[in-house]
């Protein structure tokens, strides 16, 4: 999810607003992938998140530079390196997109996954809120209402945690200004995606390339079990954004908003039951402000697209 999952807003510019069968299978595999992720992160959880991270953007360069060449769209991401706009745009991006990155796999693997799926959860509704602040797009009475909620929710957290719980807001925050600079960025999703971790990669391989030197790294130190998973992180990250890229083409924008809530519930259920992590009555009830502020995002998103 991204998150490695993808805000509602960077549906593509000119993508026809229909479900067909292709764009729900694609969605529903993007989806359940990025809800499964957790057992990957889990399994990794002896590395050290940062080494992890850096794993993700490297393996994925290949793996998204041949579906680009596959496509035949290699020729966008040369004019975005030769235009400094663009260029410069997507540095700030690939920065939100690695903290994000980075937040999630630190909060997975140190048993606070139901933090991270909060902030998922929380993200649909910060988007609305930076729409409003930033791009000064105007918000429906029941979006505010929405908003309101998970207010709430973040304020019953504050009071019964003693602070802020930042791993959420952290990952709500990287990932909304992560959406909001990644929609003005003029370039396919694909493309973007790759030149996003070309980018990564770039302080990422001379710090692998010391651990390894140093006798710290995993990849080449470390058992054969290591070295496999640190690859198969490329696999993780890569295929559930390019397969997601497509269903956006396919799917109308209503499907999307309700599919999007597949991964945190998933992430939300495998924390609590199967990582067993605490669930204590304060953060439920939390969620329980949550999840009503998203049943009304939800209704009032499905009413004003029935309007339009």
């Known amino acids: 999810m991204a998150t490695d999952t993808v805000p509602l807003a960077a549906q593509p510019a000119g993508a026809k607003n229909e479900d067909t069968p292709r764009g729900f299978a694609f969605g529903i595999t993007a989806y359940l992938l990025w809800g499964v992720l957790p057992f990957y992160l889990k399994a990794v959880a002896h590395l050290p998140a940062l080494e992890v991270l850096a794993h993700r953007a490297i393996w994925s360069v290949p793996i998204a530079g041949l579906v680009l060449i596959i496509l ?6 040369k004019t975005a390196i030769r235009t400094p706009r663009m260029l410069g745009m997507a540095c700030v991006t690939a920065a939100f997109i690695t903290a994000n990155w980075g937040i999630y796999v630190w909060a997975v693997s140190n048993g606070h996954a139901i933090d991270a799926a909060l902030g998922y959860f929380i993200n ?6 930076m729409a409003a602040l930033v791009l000064k797009e105007k918000l429906l009475p029941m979006q505010k209402a929405a908003i309101g909620l998970a207010v709430v929710g973040v304020a019953i957290l504050t009071w019964g945690s003693g602070g802020l719980p930042w791993v959420s807001l952290a990952l709500t925050f990287t990932w909304g ?3 909001l600079f990644r929609k003005t960025l003029p370039i396919g999703p694909n493309q973007g995606f790759f030149l996003e971790v070309l980018l990564i990669s770039i302080p990422m391989l001379p710090y692998l390339i010391w651990l390894e030197a140093t006798g710290q790294g995993h990849f080449l130190n470390g058992v054969g079990y290591d070295a496999a998973l640190l690859a198969f992180a490329g696999i993780a990250t890569a295929v559930p954004l390019m397969i997601y890229a497509n269903a956006t083409k396919l799917l109308k924008l209503s499907t999307i908003g309700i599919m999007q809530y597949i991964a945190p519930t998933m992430i939300f259920l495998t924390a609590v039951f199967i990582f067993k992590e ?6 439920l009830t939390a969620f329980v402000f949550i999840w009503s502020a998203l049943a009304v995002y939800t209704l009032a998103m499905l ?3 029935r309007s339009r």
């Open 72 to 77: 035949g769209r290699t020729g966008d991401v």
């Open 124 to 129: 649909p509704l910060f988007s609305i809120l």
């Open 278 to 283: 605490p669930l204590s009555g304060i953060k």
């Open 303 to 305: 009413r004003d697209l």
């Open 177 to 179: 200004f992560y959406a």
